[in-house]
């Protein structure tokens, strides 16, 4: 059974730092990674997909690599800005059969403080 | 596009009583998800269809819960009787369909049972 898990659970830091949030999964066998934000009370909002193929992925200050042998994938935020504050979750797509579901960690809650 | 949507955005009701929810996938999907979020568990899939047909109901926790696809555009998740710990955000989500295909989801349905 997949697990994935996200460290740290919860992150404060000050504006404009660069930080990593980390997360692994115990079965290698992905299709692909999302990574996701969510605000309080709000659904998720999809940020980056990494492919099982992909080593990293960026869109504007973010950047989230994969290292699929290994069950990592890290998500780099640069110069962090309040605006950055949410809940950021990371979701394993398995692969094998036609079964296709997201396997998701439990979140790290991020706070940037101005 | 305007997204997954997401019928009611809250819904309180009395323990015993039934409970619809319902999604409208993303146009063109194929692939839709049902999530339920807790602070004790996190995200748990519930369900997941493809092309309308259930792939995976392993996580519905009980006969209680039902869920349905009858067409590609509309799917319902039932709980009846509902139980005060049915309390719970529930998400639902689509895709393209195929496993490399990004997920998106839905605003969320806040349930409580009291």
């Known amino acids: 059974k997949q697990e994935v898990t996200q460290i740290p659970a919860a992150l404060s830091v000050p504006e404009g730092e660069n930080l990593v949030l980390n997360c692994s999964f115990t079965d290698s066998a992905i299709y692909n990674l999302q990574w996701f934000r969510q605000d309080p009370g709000k659904g998720l909002t999809s940020l980056l997909l990494i492919q099982s193929s992909q080593r990293e992925q960026t869109s504007g200050r973010l950047n989230a690599s994969l290292d699929k042998s290994s069950g990592r994938s890290t998500l780099y935020i640069a110069a962090s800005q309040p605006g950055d504050s949410a809940t950021y979750l990371c979701?394993?797509?398995?692969?094998?059969?036609?079964?296709?579901?997201?396997?998701f960690g439990k979140g790290t809650l991020l706070t940037v403080n101005p | 596009d305007a997204g997954v949507i997401q019928s009611p955005r809250h819904e309180v009701t009395e323990m015993g009583q039934e409970v619809t929810l319902r999604c409208k996938p993303i146009s063109g999907h194929n692939s839709l998800f049902w999530y339920r979020q807790t602070m004790m568990r996190g995200l748990e899939l519930l369900i997941y269809?493809?092309?309308?047909?259930?792939?995976?109901d392993s996580g519905m926790p009980e006969d209680r819960f039902s869920a349905k696809m009858p067409n590609a555009s509309f799917s319902t998740l039932k709980i009846q009787p509902s139980e005060p710990r049915d309390s719970a955000v529930y998400f639902c989500?689509?895709?393209?369909?195929?496993?490399?295909?990004?997920?998106?989801f839905g605003q969320g349905t806040r349930l409580t049972v009291v």
């Open positions: 989500a689509s895709s393209r369909g195929g496993a490399i295909t990004e997920a998106f």
């Open positions: 979701a394993v797509r398995q692969s094998g059969g036609s079964n296709y579901k997201l396997t």
């Open positions: 269809f493809n092309n309308n047909v259930p792939i995976d």
